[in-house]
């Protein structure tokens, strides 16, 4: 069963929208060091972890959701074989979250995590 962990809230201007959240739930975000535009409001303010920023050039302003999963591999081959398509491929980032991301049948942009002990040599 996958539970939602993880938002986020991305546009154009990391910085202003990062600012304008802060402002409007009183969240606290901390910059993610590598990651220009990119801040996470922890779980404390949020409820449920999340992050804040600048988007990437393919995709810049977005709302995601993300789901922990048992395995990214077989929810991406699920997800197309239910008519989904897969827009990030399961991905390692070194001591941040390996994850993946597929657009549902209508459009919508849906992460999936794995947790921290899936991941080969952490």
Request: hydrophobic content about 40%; proline content about 5%; charged content about 20%.
């Amino acid at each position: 069963m996958a539970k939602v962990i993880h938002f986020e809230l991305m546009g154009d201007d990391g910085d202003g929208l990062t600012k304008f959240y802060e402002g409007l739930f009183g969240w606290k975000t901390q910059a993610v060091e590598g990651y220009d535009g990119y801040n996470f409001v922890s779980t404390d303010d949020a409820g449920v972890g999340g992050a804040i920023g600048r988007g990437p050039e393919e995709a810049r302003s977005y709302l995601s959701v993300y789901f922990q999963v048992d395995s990214i591999d077989q929810t991406l081959e699920q997800a197309e074989l239910a008519g989904a398509k897969t827009l990030v491929p399961r991905t390692v980032l070194p001591g941040i979250v390996t994850y993946g991301m597929f657009a549902d049948p209508a459009g919508n942009m849906v992460g999936l995590t794995e947790p921290a002990e899936a991941v080969p040599g952490s």
